[in-house]
């Protein structure tokens, strides 16, 4: 029989996540309309942003790519997808060439032709016979060639039924063509001396061929310029995806080199990485040693020295030494293609106002058409001149701008996000934005966030009659087994005590999660953790170990007890270092109004004296993996919005369940994969600045929309009354466009001090 959660369960697994590739869309109109054709499929979930021209559909298996292209195809639109070992075309620098040769073109012509208006209407008499038709061999070619992308995309738009942005401005420049060519060869509509900008000078006046002119220079330039700023809201994004290397030197089994393109690297392969170069892909040192340059990646500014054993990542570069790197990752499962995924997905995100934005886009534009046609025929019932009534109606077609409620929020995202790269902090989407606004309280983990976790044995204290040499070798044994910062230190000095000879094999090994391990060695039952974990197992501390216990956590070591056969023989001392950065953390979320938490597994007094040593107020201490998540649930419960900062297998449940989960980039895989936001850089700076970050880009992205919503209920019922001219109305409408993504180009020059 089968459950309703296994039926859960197989749904979940038939589904697949896809990513297409959309062109033609010239507003967020058109976005909303593929989203909405997208989601009329069964099963199917997509979400299209504008500004990346992306979209991420969630579709089942039976939906296959064709299905999905087509049905982006039918709503009159181009898709393609995107495999994973894909990388998109970039197809903005051939549209801004475009747009610019046709922008040129409107100028060129617009200029005379406008001055030729205030001519004719300053200086009547200037008029020549067959003046018209200069003025028509200056005008349509503006009108006709340099508009056609309007045209286009509105005849698309029309024959499948739909409308957009272009739309409303082919209507407006159409319509000002023919009612100029109507008022210039029929003059009994306007005063025989009126001319092109006589509407400029006279509100009754008759629409003529240099308004038309004027809207598709104005709106081209609205285009261009956003256009532009669009790629370069984008531009760390490319910036990011261009460090990987374009080739590497391999170094075969006999010595020789040979260079090969860096995408046919394998696994295993050994590469030479020279002075100046990059490194091809992520791997760990074989030979050599060098000075690595990480700050285009993590906005580090001091290179990190590397030998062999450690491990490096493609895309850094190599500024002194040389080194000899074996493969360990290649293609999309390097660090660099994440850190590239993890920018698409966050620029691929939508607020909840933005997902209204985009709701009210989709009728946008058959309202402005509507009211267009009511202004018409509302000023004609009122006694309004046909010339008047048509300026009226033209102004609402041509002052009304979707495009700025589609830009607020992708436009912000694309700019944050990629800034965010640049600094080390990589967003999983926008909901982490969100919740870094709101963050009151940050929970730090204690070893490896707070600390560095490069832990090292200080101190050996054995009962009477055991030997240091022998407890550290059974210690060393256990927790070899065991991949915590602890463990890793009792063995590396294990092995230094017994001068590299091979440790003892371990069987029967058992994790006991913030406590220690248990296990058997050589026949002998080891217990390895701390005093709790001997308590509990009913294993009597003598009394000298425990005083030393609490002597050294006070002074702030970490202590571990070593018993054999259910009798304790050592209690070790371990030291860890406290990151240099962190207490200039601590004071700058102090000074960002946010309450600060040190959560960890380590005993109270280790943790006080750590918490003292960076200015932490707060210290929950003794506590097991699972009553990490209960002290998360309880700070929540008590009003508090809490972030969590950890990098351990252990505070992955944690993370998981804060408002916001950070991991430190050279974490586990585990706490990275349950965070929401991804700190690459070591510093623990990098957690007030991504606050900082949060803050100014929602702050970016509110002053976007009140802007796009301002202007467009401003502008639209001025053209109604009739106190705005058609000219006027088209370099508005641009302008709102071009300063929506302006505003959100300031983020890419956000500082964090």
């Not at 030998?307 to 570069?317: C, F, L, N, S």
């Not at 001068?499 to 029967?508: I, Q, Y």
């Not at 974490?667 to 991504?690: N, Q």
Request: aromatic letters at 4%; glycine letters at 10%; proline letters at 3%.
């Amino acid at each position: 029989m089968t459950t309703s959660a296994d039926t859960s369960t197989e749904s979940v697994e038939q589904l697949r996540s896809v990513e297409l590739a959309v062109s033609g869309m010239t507003c967020a109109a058109c976005a909303n309309r593929v989203e909405r054709k997208l989601n009329k499929l069964d099963g199917v979930r997509a979400s299209v942003n504008y500004a990346t021209a992306r979209a991420s559909v969630t579709a089942p298996t039976e939906a296959g790519d064709e299905l999905l292209t087509e049905t982006v195809e039918k709503a009159g639109y181009g898709a393609e997808v995107l495999r994973p070992a894909e990388k998109p075309g970039d197809d903005s620098r051939q549209r801004l060439r475009d747009l610019w040769r046709r922008l040129v073109v409107s100028v060129v012509l617009f200029v005379p032709l406008a001055d030729l208006a205030i001519l004719f209407t300053v200086l009547p008499e200037a008029r020549f016979p067959g003046w018209q038709w200069l003025v028509i061999a200056l005008a349509l070619p503006v009108a006709g060639w340099a508009a056609w992308p309007f045209h286009r995309a509105a005849l698309i738009n029309a024959r499948h039924g739909g409308s957009s942005m272009d739309t409303l401005v082919s209507i407006g420049i159409v319509a000002a063509s023919v009612w100029s060519l109507y008022a210039m060869f029929a003059p009994s509509g306007a005063p025989a001396d009126a001319s092109g900008l006589w509407l400029l000078l006279n509100t009754d006046g008759a629409a003529y061929l240099e308004v038309a002119a004027g809207v598709t220079t104005f709106v081209l330039a609205g285009r261009y310029f956003e256009a532009k700023a669009q790629r370069r809201a984008g531009g760390a994004l490319r910036a990011l995806a261009e460090l990987g290397a374009k080739t590497a030197l391999v170094e075969d089994e006999d010595g020789t080199r040979r260079e090969v393109p860096a995408e046919r690297l394998r696994v295993g392969q050994r590469f030479v990485t020279r002075p100046g170069g990059t490194i091809a892909t992520d791997g760990r040192v074989i030979r050599g040693g060098a000075a690595v340059d990480s700050s285009s990646m993590t906005g580090e500014s001091v290179p990190t020295e590397v030998v062999a054993g450690d491990e490096v990542t493609g895309g850094t570069v190599v500024s002194s030494g040389w080194l000899l790197v074996e493969a360990t990752r290649v293609g999309r499962d390097t660090q660099l293609a994440g850190m590239v995924r993890l920018v698409e997905r966050a620029q691929s995100g939508k607020a909840a106002v933005q997902r209204l934005a985009d709701r009210i886009s989709a009728y946008f534009v058959p309202a402005v058409l509507g009211l267009a046609v009511l202004t018409l025929g509302g000023w004609l019932l009122l006694g309004g001149s046909a010339e008047r009534s048509f300026t009226a109606a033209l102004s609402v077609l041509v002052i009304a701008c979707p495009c700025a409620l589609g830009l607020a929020t992708p436009t912000a995202l694309m700019a944050a996000s990629g800034r965010g790269a640049q600094l080390g902090i990589f967003l999983k989407g926008y909901q982490a934005l969100e919740s870094s606004r709101t963050v009151d309280t940050v929970v730090f983990d204690k070893t490896g966030t707070v600390t560095t976790g490069s832990m090292t044995l200080g101190e050996v204290h054995c009962v009477a009659g055991a030997a240091r040499r022998e407890a550290l070798r059974l210690a060393g044994a256990l927790e070899n087994a065991s991949e915590h910062a602890v463990a890793a230190a009792i063995t590396s000095a294990a092995r230094a005590e017994l001068d590299g000879a091979e440790l003892p094999e371990v069987s029967g090994f058992v994790n006991e999660p913030g406590l220690g391990a248990r296990g058997e060695v050589d026949g002998h039952r080891i217990l390895v953790g701390r005093a709790k974990l001997f308590d509990d197992s009913g294993i009597t501390v003598p009394e000298d170990v425990r005083q030393r216990d609490a002597e050294w956590q006070r002074t702030g070591r970490t202590t571990v007890l070593v018993g054999r056969d259910g009798v304790v023989v050592a209690v070790l001392g371990l030291s860890d270092e406290v990151k240099p950065s962190a207490a200039v953390a601590v004071s700058e979320l102090r000074r960002l109004g946010v309450r600060t938490v040190l959560l960890t597994g380590d005993n109270e007094a280790t943790a006080r004296a750590v918490a003292e040593e960076v200015g932490i107020g707060e210290v929950v201490a003794d506590v097991l993996p699972d009553q990490k998540v209960e002290t998360v649930e309880r700070l929540r419960a008590e009003g508090r919005r809490v972030a969590m900062v950890g990098d351990g297998v252990n505070d992955a449940p944690a993370l998981a369940t804060a408002e916001l989960g950070l991991a430190i980039g050279a974490g586990t895989d585990v706490a990275i994969s349950a965070a929401d936001l991804i700190l690459v850089r070591e510093e623990l700076t990098a957690v007030p600045d991504s606050v900082k970050l949060a803050r100014r880009t929602l702050g970016t992205i509110r002053g976007n929309l009140v802007w796009a919503f301002g202007y467009n209920l401003a502008a639209v019922p001025l053209a109604v009354l009739g106190l705005l001219n058609p000219l006027i109305a088209g370099a508005a409408m641009a302008l709102s466009s071009a300063f929506v993504v302006s505003n959100s180009l300031r983020l890419r020059r956000f500082s964090p001090s």
